[in-house]
């Protein structure tokens, strides 16, 4: 797994690196080594009630995308994760089902003959 990590209006301290890394762990077993994540951090120095920090994830090839905002990076972290990662469970629930389904077709025809 491969992460680009972009920080618009803020930089990125070693803390927010450590969190990230630790928080993309958890996604690791859903993903391949070839895979690619994308991570975003932003900050809105306009936004009406303050200060509002925003991160996106996107993962390729697969084009699972997640968003959240918050009152800290930690925070839209922590609310971006379980977003991506229940995308990525439907997904593998999909895929799943779809090659049992089709086990169950073979067997029904190699049944028959």
């Given amino acids: 797994m491969k992460i680009n990590t972009k920080a618009t ?4 301290t070693p803390a927010i690196k ?10 690791s077993k859903f993903l391949r080594p070839e895979n ?8 809105d120095k306009k936004h009406k009630s303050g200060l509002v920090y925003r991160t996106e ?6 084009g699972f ?3 959240a905002r918050a009152d800290d990076f930690y925070a839209a972290l922590d609310l971006t994760i379980p977003k991506i ?9 999909k895929k799943i089902t779809k090659h049992r389904d089709a086990a169950k077709r073979a067997a029904r025809l190699t049944k028959g003959i």
């Fill in 57 to 62: 994830i996107k993962i390729t090839p697969h």
């Fill in 36 to 43: 690619t994540v994308y991570l975003e951090l932003e900050v």
């Fill in 9 to 12: 209006n803020t930089s990125l």
């Fill in 85 to 93: 990662k229940e995308q990525m469970v439907k997904y593998k629930d």
């Fill in 65 to 67: 995308f997640a968003e």
């Fill in 18 to 27: 450590n969190a990230i890394e630790k928080k993309l762990n958890i996604l």
